[in-house]
């Protein structure tokens, strides 16, 4: 049974890569994510509509490695049986995380989604060690912009020289560690096809695939470096880098600055009363250390006594020569009374 059940899925996985052969498929930009555990390979598809089947398969082996079927459920080969899981975050999400990692995993996935009324969409993903961006001109942004809060902002891919066939407008992650794809204008035979990946971006292309991104309402997770990405009729690529910095809105410019303004004038009063109170407390154990020592030596507390103090200091004053010489002088002499001699 379980043997039939695998010729089942692969019967479905042969007829799906034969449509996708004669049929004209829709296609993401490639992404790059660097090996690390639990690394999720992104297969969002962009339109709405009802999945039919999801396969990945890594590059050049075609005999898949995970299926997903809304009835059938899933199916894995023996070396990813286990390590792989569908993340199914949405109806049209095939997105994968693999887990247990080793070099083994570095290489070149491709996502296949069938998909209805739309049709297929694929996606490429391509896994490495160590994930460096390269870009034509510099490792510096060659456009900056600045913009608040809550505001518009609007990213601009010109087209370099020569026929472009494909633009593509990618957000870095932190850390260059890799990237999410915002919008691609694709160039068809007698039109220009958009496709959008976000919910606040509006993208307008012209026949000559000069690409504008314009992201609503941005937030602070929206700064950061954008990269434009130029695929050129002759196989050639080019790239140009963008930094987008976010700055705070002028209201809550005000509300911080009136934090700013509070927390000043608290922290002044927290200070004021802190030095009061210290200058309270230094009077207050002073004048009790004063006390304590009149308590030990009680003779100390005559010396506090004004008038005493004054009376002993008036004693003690000298009197000048002029005032001792009219000054009176008070004697007390003794009277001896006279004997007379008895005569005999």
């Not at 601009?156 to 850390?175: D, I, M, P, Q, Y």
């Not at 004048?287 to 100390?300: F, M, S, T």
Request: hydrophobic share 35%.
């Amino acid at each position: 049974m379980e043997a039939v059940q695998k010729e089942y899925w692969y019967f479905l996985v042969l007829v799906s890569l034969a449509f996708l052969k004669v049929s004209e498929q829709l296609r993401a930009p490639d992404s790059t994510v660097r090996l690390q555990e639990g690394m999720m390979l992104d297969c969002l598809c962009p339109w709405t509509g009802k999945l039919s089947m999801v396969s990945w398969t890594k590059q050049p082996d075609q005999r898949p490695l995970a299926i997903y079927h809304p009835d059938l459920g899933v199916n894995f080969r023996a070396p990813y049986e286990g390590r792989v899981e569908f993340v199914k975050a949405s109806s049209m999400d095939g997105s994968i995380i693999i887990t247990n990692v080793t070099e083994e995993d570095l290489g070149l996935y491709r996502c296949s989604l069938q998909t209805f009324p739309q049709g297929s969409w694929t996606k490429d993903t391509r896994v490495e060690k160590k994930l460096v961006i390269s870009t034509s001109s510099s490792a510096h942004p060659d456009t900056k912009l600045v913009v608040s809060e809550s505001e518009n902002v609007t990213i601009r891919c010109e087209t370099h020289a020569g026929a472009v066939s494909e633009v593509s407008v990618e957000k870095l992650w932190s850390g260059q560690e890799g990237s999410t794809v915002l919008a691609v204008c694709k160039a068809l035979a007698d039109s220009v096809e958009v496709i959008e990946f976000g919910d606040r971006i509006g993208v307008n292309c012209t026949d000559d695939l000069e690409m504008s991104v314009h992201l609503n309402d941005v937030m602070e997770k929206d700064g950061g470096l954008y990269r434009c990405n130029f695929s050129m009729d002759t196989g050639t690529q080019d790239t140009s880098l963008i930094m987008v910095t976010i700055i705070p809105s002028r209201e809550n410019l005000h509300n911080m600055m009136y934090i700013y303004i509070g927390g000043g004038v608290a922290g002044a009063f927290v200070l004021m009363s802190g030095v009061l109170f210290l200058t309270w407390l230094s009077r207050r154990r002073k004048r009790r250390r004063e006390e304590y020592r009149i308590q030990l030596h009680p003779a100390k507390k005559r010396q506090h006594n004004s008038y005493e103090h004054g009376a002993v200091y008036d004693r003690m004053k000298k009197e000048t020569k002029h005032q001792r010489k009219n000054s009176p002088v008070y004697v007390n002499l003794q009277t001896v009374r006279a004997y007379k001699k008895r005569q005999r």
